[in-house]
Structures are given as structure tokens and as C-alpha cells.
């Protein structure tokens, strides 16, 4: 008879042991989709409107804690009131920024094994462009066009959580917070020529504040 009951027991958490390890593997990989809404802060913010940003986001657990992988982005900003200001013609203005990153994830324990806070950091390139078209409505001005493009060097910090809705999917919200450094007092922009000249740029960083939702697929 006791024998039987090791027997059992060594079943028992062989059982166990195989249900934990597909457990992990199926957290092992992760590939979703998300969107957010930035709103822009400082000088950038008074030229600048919230938008949408859409990303794509892979990642590998490494273990229970910790996750590393990279994401993509695009947001897309429109203008503000700081273009309202001139009688003589109507602005059309765009901010779009396009982003790739890194990131490192913590995951940290709670009371549902299905509900996982984290904390990540997120660094690598932006590319920011602004367009600008000006429509004139009064004799003796030119349409005008102009477009400005910068590449930088950004990171962000996020704070947010994933729940499991199953075996396979993940729901995802997160608060993040995009800041891109060292932008210069004056840029080289295009015109619709395409002929160069120096442009003003009116701010010397990006400061986007975000709240992001999206869906993961778990390998």
C-alpha cells in the first residue's frame, strides 16, 4: 500500500510539473496589436493636437518576471490653435512620428494568476515629420508648402497590465510616456519645390503622455 502511494504521488506531481511547464510555454512568446491616444505636452503641445498611435508589439518572456522584445509605431498629430492666427490664408498642418524601439518588461506577482502588472522602458529611434500647407484666401499670397523631418533618439517609460482572457489571448492597457530629446532651434525644411531653407522649429523636445489598450496572441 505504500508503495502504491508513492507511486501515486510521483504521478501526482509529474502532473503538476507538466501543467506549469505548458503554462510558461504558452507565455513564452507574445504578439499583439494595440492603439492609443497621445496627447502632446509643452511647446510641442501648443503647436500640436492629440491623435491616435497604433503599434505592434513582440516579446519574450524570458522568465516568470522579466521580458525583453521590440515594437513599431505611428502616431498621428493634428494641429492646434497656434495656426489659426493668420487672416490671410488656412493652414493644413500634420505631425506624424514613426517609432521602433526596445523594451524590457517586469512582471510582477498578484492574487490572479491571470491578472499581470508590469513596468517596462522602451528605447530606440523616432522619426518625426511635420507637413505644412498653407492655403491662401487672399490676392497677392502663394499656396505654400513645407515639410520638416527629423530622426531622434527617445524612450519611454510604461506602467500597465495584461489579463488573460483565455489559453491564448491577453487583454493589455498601459500608460506610457514618450520623450524624445535634442531637437535644434532651427531645422534644414523642403518647400514645395523641394528646394531647402531654415525653418524655425518652436520647441526642443516631445513630451506624449498615452493611454494604450491592445490584444496579445501568447505562444
Not at 502511494?5 to 510539473?17: D, R, V
Not at 506577482?109 to 511635420?130: C, I, K, V
Not at 515639410?147 to 488573460?164: A, D, H
Request: charged fraction near 20%; charge should be neutral.
Amino acid at each position: 500500500m505504500r508503495f502504491k502511494s508513492i507511486i501515486f504521488s510521483l504521478l501526482a506531481i509529474g502532473i503538476c510539473s507538466a501543467g506549469k511547464a505548458q503554462y510558461y510555454k504558452e507565455k513564452e512568446l507574445l504578439v499583439g496589436a494595440s492603439v492609443g491616444y497621445q496627447y502632446p505636452l509643452g511647446d510641442f503641445g501648443d503647436q500640436a493636437k492629440g491623435g491616435p498611435a497604433f503599434r505592434v508589439t513582440g516579446q519574450m518572456m524570458l522568465n516568470k518576471r522579466i521580458g525583453v522584445g521590440a515594437e513599431i509605431a505611428y502616431s498621428i498629430l493634428g494641429q492646434d490653435n497656434f495656426w489659426n492666427g493668420n487672416h490671410f490664408g488656412n493652414y493644413d498642418v500634420n505631425y506624424n512620428i514613426a517609432s521602433a524601439q526596445f523594451k524590457g518588461s517586469y512582471f510582477f506577482e498578484s492574487w490572479d494568476r491571470d491578472f499581470r502588472p508590469y513596468t517596462s522602458l522602451a528605447f530606440g529611434y523616432f522619426h518625426y515629420q511635420n507637413s505644412i500647407s498653407f492655403i491662401s484666401t487672399s490676392v497677392g499670397n502663394l499656396n505654400q508648402k513645407r515639410t520638416i523631418k527629423e530622426n531622434k533618439v527617445g524612450l519611454t517609460p510604461i506602467i500597465g497590465f495584461l489579463y488573460n482572457l483565455s489559453s491564448t489571448w491577453s487583454f493589455d492597457m498601459n500608460l506610457r510616456y514618450t520623450y524624445i530629446p535634442d531637437f535644434p532651434e532651427t531645422v534644414t525644411a523642403k518647400d514645395e519645390n523641394g528646394d531647402p531653407y531654415q525653418y524655425f522649429l518652436g520647441f526642443d523636445k516631445i513630451s506624449l503622455p498615452e493611454l494604450s489598450i491592445g490584444l496579445f496572441y501568447r505562444f
